[in-house]
C-alpha cells in the first residue's frame, strides 16, 4: 500500500452483515445506514417523454415483469429465472436482487434441482439473484432446466451442469440495475473518453471498453461490455431465460453443446416483431420492449439534494467523496449528447461513474470480455445505493462500508473468516486507505451521504 498503515484487516463472516471490522486487533465500527425502503423513489418514466413514447414504456414494462413458460414463450431449455422483474425488483421493477432470492423462494424451477444447488452453496434464500460463470470458458452456465416444468415435451431429460465439480472455477454476477440507462446510451464516446488521462490522482487509471466490431465505445453490463440496451436486452433475454430472440436467434445449450432440439417446443427465434399487429406499440418483439422501458426509465430520485435540505451529515459525507478520491472514478455527472428523443437530449446524467474498467485487483473475477481484463471491471453507477440490499458484482456484502474496504483489500481465510490483506494492484487502494484513515464520524457521514442516492 502507498501507506504501509493497515497491514491487515481481519473480517469475520457476520460481519458481512453487521456492524465491525478489526484493524490490528482494535475493533471499529464498519460505517451501515438502513436500505431506503422509499420505491417512490425509483420506476418512473423519465421526465419529457409525449405520450406516444410514454405508452412505448408501459408496454415495455409490462412486458418486463412478465412471466414466461415453457409452450408459449419458449423458456428455456435452460434458465435462471423467468422474468425480467424477477431479477431487477429491488426497490421498484428496473432495479437489482431483492432481499429474498425468487431463484428459491419463487417457484420457478423444480424443488430437487433448486434444493442441489442451495446445498452446494450457490443460491440462498437470503442471498441475492446469482449468476453463474465458470473462470475456465468465462461463459454463463444456467442453473435451471426446464425438466420437471409444465409444457416440457416428453422425452426432453436434460441435466443441470455439474457444479460440484467447478465449485473452484465458479464466479457470481448480480442483476445490474437498469434505471436511467438510456440517459447513459445518450453519452457520447467523446464524453467517456474525456475521463481517460494518465494522470489522475490517487492512482488511478482506468480505460474504455470497445465493440470488436465498429471499434466504438461499450459501456452496459459490470465490464462495460455491451453496447446498447437492444444488446443488453436481447442478450439477457436469452442467456438469462434462454428465450431466443432477434438479437440473439439461437438457443445457447451447455456449455457450447446444443441440447436435443426436443427441449425447445417453440422454434427459434421465439420471440420475434409482430407483424401481423394493428397496434403500432404492439409490433415490437418483447426484446425491444425490454429495452423501450430500460431506455425510458428514469434514474432513481435522491432522497436529499446536497447543499439544500440533506443533513449535515450528509453534506459532509459528500464533501469526503471528493476529497479522499472516491469521485475520481464515481464521475458525478456527464451530459447527454444529441438525440432523437427529446428527453434524453442534452440531459444531465448523474449517475456516478466514469464508464470506463479499472483494474481492481482480487476483486476481479478472472473472467475477460472485450477489452476488459479479468482483474477489471467497470465503475458501477452509484445513482440508486441507497436502496440496494447487495453490493460488489457478485452481491457478496450487505454492508456499504465493507464494500468501500473490499474495493482494496483481498479476501481470505474459510468460511468462517476473512482475512484482508493488502491488495496493492487494485487502482482503488490510495482511495480505501483514505477512507480508512477518516475517523468514524466522518466514515459514518460517507456512508450517509451514499444512502441518499
Known amino acids: 500500500m502507498t501507506q504501509r498503515v493497515f497491514t491487515r484487516v481481519v473480517l469475520c ?34 421526465d419529457g417523454l409525449t405520450a406516444n413514447q410514454l405508452k412505448y414504456f408501459n408496454d415495455g414494462k409490462d412486458a418486463f415483469g412478465e412471466v ?18 424477477g431479477c431487477h425488483a429491488q426497490p421498484a421493477v428496473g432495479g437489482t436482487s431483492p432481499a429474498s432470492n425468487p431463484q428459491v423462494v419463487g417457484g420457478v424451477a423444480p424443488q430437487s434441482q433448486v434444493n442441489r444447488l442451495v446445498n452446494l452453496g450457490l443460491i440462498s434464500a437470503n442471498g441475492p439473484v446469482r449468476e453463474v460463470r465458470f473462470k475456465s470458458d468465462g461463459g454463463v452456465h444456467d442453473l435451471f432446466t426446464i425438466v420437471g ?42 464524453s467517456i473518453l474525456n475521463n481517460v488521462r494518465s494522470n489522475k490522482p490517487f492512482g488511478i487509471r482506468g480505460h474504455e471498453n470497445r465493440n470488436g466490431n465498429d471499434g466504438t465505445l461499450t459501456r452496459f453490463g459490470w465490464k462495460a461490455q455491451n453496447k446498447s440496451v437492444v444488446i443488453f436486452a436481447g442478450e439477457a433475454y436469452n442467456v438469462e431465460m434462454g428465450i431466443s430472440n432477434e438479437v440473439f436467434p439461437d438457443e445457447r445449450g451447455e456449455g457450447g453443446n446444443p441440447d436435443p432440439t426436443v427441449c425447445s417446443p417453440k422454434a427459434s427465434p421465439n420471440d420475434q416483431s409482430g407483424f401481423d399487429a394493428t397496434d403500432p406499440v404492439q409490433s415490437p418483439s418483447d426484446a425491444i420492449k425490454f429495452a423501450n422501458f430500460m431506455r425510458f ?41 444529441d438525440h432523437p428523443v427529446a428527453a434524453l437530449n442534452r440531459k ?24 476488459a481484463g479479468p482483474d477489471e471491471f467497470r465503475t458501477a453507477p452509484l445513482w440508486g445505493l441507497g436502496q440496494r440490499v447487495f453490493f460488489l458484482h457478485d452481491g457478496r456484502t450487505t454492508n456499504l462500508g465493507v464494500a468501500i474496504i473490499m474495493h482494496a483489500f483481498a479476501q ?42
Do not use: W, Y
Open 297 to 337: 426509465l428514469a434514474p432513481p430520485t435522491p432522497s436529499c439534494n446536497v447543499g439544500s435540505n440533506c443533513s449535515g451529515s450528509v453534506n459532509n459525507g459528500s464533501r469526503l467523496f471528493d476529497s479522499i478520491g472516491c469521485s475520481t472514478c464515481h464521475v458525478r455527472s456527464f451530459t447527454t449528447g
Open 348 to 371: 444531465p446524467a448523474n449517475l456516478f461513474s466514469d464508464l470506463l474498467v479499472h483494474n481492481m485487483g482480487e476483486l476481479g473475477d478472472g473472467v475477460s470480455q472485450g477489452n
Open 13 to 46: 463472516l457476520a460481519l458481512l452483515t453487521a456492524a465491525t471490522v478489526a484493524v490490528f486487533g482494535q475493533t471499529i465500527a464498519a460505517p451501515t445506514a438502513p436500505v431506503d425502503a422509499n420505491a417512490a423513489r425509483a420506476g418512473k418514466p423519465i
Open 149 to 190: 416444468l409444465r409444457g416440457t415435451p416428453f422425452g426432453c431429460n436434460i441435466n443441470q451442469p455439474d457444479f460440484s465439480s467447478h465449485l473452484n472455477d465458479i464466479i457470481f454476477r448480480i442483476p445490474t440495475p437498469v434505471f436511467g440507462d438510456g440517459l447513459i446510451e445518450a453519452i457520447t464516446d467523446a
Open 68 to 85: 414466461e413458460n415453457v409452450a408459449d414463450d419458449g423458456l428455456g431449455p435452460r434458465f435462471n429465472l423467468n422474468s425480467c422483474a
Open 412 to 453: 481470505r481465510g474459510s468460511l468462517n473468516q476473512f482475512d484482508f490483506t493488502p491488495n496493492p494492484h487494485s487502482e482503488a487502494e490510495q482511495v480505501v486507505v483514505n477512507f480508512l484513515q477518516l475517523s468514524p464520524s466522518q466514515q459514518q457521514d460517507l456512508v450517509n451521504f451514499l444512502r441518499t442516492l
